[in-house]
């Protein structure tokens, strides 16, 4: 079992900047790919980035590819999501999740384990 917590989250203005956290606990952090999802109301959960087990490939979605950016700590068991340039349409509650591949990892049902969730709120 992995457990993800996931923090950072909160209310920005657009243009401004957050970084999401998710601490991991329990296995092997670094055995694991971990991603980022979002939810927006009314909305399906919608990949935004995942970054592999060692940190050495990431790979985001189109829309923030150039404003978000994934980094691991593995000694730290962290994942972090700073999102820069942000858009209301950035609102959403993210998720960040645990997959037990060595590549990078874009489908939500190839995720093992997932956080509870945090809020983002961008106004305009």
């Known amino acids: 079992q992995v457990q993800l917590v996931e923090s950072g989250g909160g209310l920005v203005q657009a243009g401004g900047s957050l970084r999401l956290s998710c601490a991991a606990s329990?296995?092997?952090?670094?055995?694991?790919?971990m991603g980022w999802f979002r939810q927006a109301p009314g909305k399906e959960r919608e990949f935004v980035g995942t970054?592999?087990?060692?940190?050495?490939?990431?790979y985001y979605t189109d829309s923030v590819k150039g404003r978000f950016t994934i980094s691991r700590d593995n000694t730290k068991n962290t994942v972090y999501l700073q999102m820069n340039s942000l858009k209301p349409e950035d609102t959403a509650v993210y998720y960040c999740?645990?997959?037990?591949?060595?590549?990078?990892?874009?489908?939500?049902?190839?995720?093992?384990?997932w956080g509870q969730g945090t809020q983002v709120t961008v106004s305009s």
């Open positions: 329990g296995r092997t952090f670094s055995n694991y790919a």
């Open positions: 999740a645990a997959a037990d591949y060595r590549t990078v990892v874009t489908l939500p049902d190839r995720y093992h384990y």
């Open positions: 970054v592999t087990w060692s940190g050495n490939r990431t």
